[in-house]
């Protein structure tokens, strides 16, 4: 199949509509979960505060859940910005055997310099395109951390599932950055333990992400939009790209005020 196959495949509105629907829908029913469970915590919150619970107190509540829905947009966000240079290191080791000799050569640096720049691209989605405002630095950080691991099973999905053993150093490759986060050269304890207590509490975002990733990928896959003769990791930056999508779309028509009765200040 050629480029322009490709092209008019991805680019075919019938294909793309309905795809661009399902994401969306699917964005939909995770923030649900997110949103009723906020709702039962301020229930519980009420009932230990008499009946009665503060506008302090539910003003922390909503804060706390629009945390997690950014906290989500930056798991999506950091995923698609990973992947999208993956797939540029897939095309350049698969699809252009012109520069087998450089790539051959200079691969795993390459490599890193594309972590790099994956790092500048989800800072641009999480400032520029939207701007999240209600997650902290840290909590940033615990999110890509975690978006290591997301890459793992993903690469691990690919590897096992597919039987492509292409992927085997990339894999390697994430688990030890991964790593580098945990035992580092002057690492202490209490830095350690922080960090698994910031990554334990995020492991919520990476069963919905999870989730969600999966559903996609499978109704792509199974509906014949999402191509495997391109590639598997390309086709699984496609099915983000396709969330981002909704996330943009969800984030500028502010749907969510409909569910929300009052957002939280900026802080």
Same mark, same amino acid.
């Given at each position: ?31 649900a ?30 804060k706390?859940?629009?945390?997690? @829905?950014?906290?989500? /947009? ?5 995923? =698609?910005?990973v %992947?999208? $240079?993956?797939? *540029? ?6 699809k252009?055997?012109a ?19 994956s790092v ?6 999480d400032?520029?395109l ?11 950080a ?15 999905? @690919?590897?096992?599932i /597919? ?5 085997n =150093?990339?894999? %390697?490759? $994430?688990?030890t *950055?991964?790593?580098g ?10 830095d ?7 990554l ?28 495997k ?10 099915a983000?790209l396709?969330?981002?999508?909704? @996330? ?20």
């Amino acid at each position: 199949m050629n480029k322009i196959y490709y092209i008019k495949h991805y680019f075919d509105f019938r294909n793309a509509g309905s795809f661009l629907l399902v994401s969306f829908v699917g964005l939909f029913l995770v923030l649900a979960v997110v949103l009723v469970a906020a709702r039962i915590q301020t229930a519980l919150n009420a009932r230990r505060h008499a009946q009665n619970a503060s506008d302090d107190t539910l003003y922390q509540v909503r804060k706390k859940h629009f945390t997690f @829905i950014e906290s989500f /947009y930056e798991m999506v966000f950091s995923s =698609t910005s990973v %992947l999208l $240079f993956l797939s *540029l290191y897939y095309i350049i080791d698969e699809k252009i055997p012109a520069v087998a000799y450089y790539w051959e050569k200079y691969q795993n640096v390459l490599l890193l310099i594309f972590i790099l720049a994956s790092v500048f691209a989800t800072n641009w989605l999480d400032s520029v395109l939207i701007r999240l405002t209600h997650i902290s630095p840290e909590q940033k950080a615990s999110i890509r951390l975690l978006s290591s691991f997301y890459i793992v099973l993903i690469l691990l999905y @690919i590897r096992f599932i /597919y039987q492509d053993t292409n992927y085997n =150093t990339l894999i %390697l490759y $994430f688990i030890t *950055l991964a790593a580098g986060r945990f035992l580092y050269f002057d690492f202490t304890w209490k830095d350690f333990s922080n960090t698994i207590r910031c990554l334990c509490g995020n492991l919520p975002l990476l069963l919905l992400m999870s989730l969600y990733s999966g559903m996609i990928c499978w109704y792509g896959f199974h509906e014949n939009f999402l191509l495997k003769s391109n590639g598997v990791i390309i086709s699984t930056l496609i099915a983000h790209l396709f969330m981002d999508l909704s @996330i943009f779309v969800l984030h500028y028509t502010k749907l969510l005020k409909f569910f929300i009765p009052s957002q939280p200040k900026t802080i």
